[in-house]
């Protein structure tokens, strides 16, 4: 499985972006997709991942209330939808996926196989 993330961009804060991921091939419904992060000087960060079976979906705390994921299982495609947006939203960001994930690990990017190249996200102040 191939994925491409896409989206990133500038932003100001307080503005949003919508950040997609676009799987090369349809992905079993066992799938897990996820977000994850890493600003400069920093550890990869998990964001957000949604399971393609039955949607339920996890967040990190610094997100909560702000970003939204949400999936096409026809389009192969998921999105994270970011509202306002604050300068420490600042960096890289890479989707993943992965079929053999438990609820408990869907945090820990070592669990997920697949990777996409990232889309830089840089908000200002």
């Known amino acids: 499985v191939q994925l491409q993330a896409s989206g990133g961009g500038p932003v100001q804060a307080g503005g949003s972006l919508r950040l997609s991921c676009a799987a090369s091939e349809r992905t079993s419904r066992r799938f897990v997709m996820g977000w994850f992060r890493q600003a400069p000087g920093k550890e990869c960060e998990f964001v957000a991942a949604?399971?393609?079976?039955?949607?339920?979906?996890d967040y990190a705390n610094s997100v909560k209330g702000r970003f939204t994921i949400s999936r096409d299982t026809a389009k192969n495609t998921v999105y994270l939808q970011m509202n306002s947006l604050k300068p420490e939203d600042t960096a890289v960001y890479y989707c993943a996926a992965d079929g053999t994930l438990i609820r408990s690990s869907w945090t820990k990017s070592t669990q997920y196989d697949y990777w996409g190249r990232g889309t830089l996200v840089t908000v200002s102040s």
């Open positions: 949604i399971s393609l079976s039955d949607g339920t979906m």
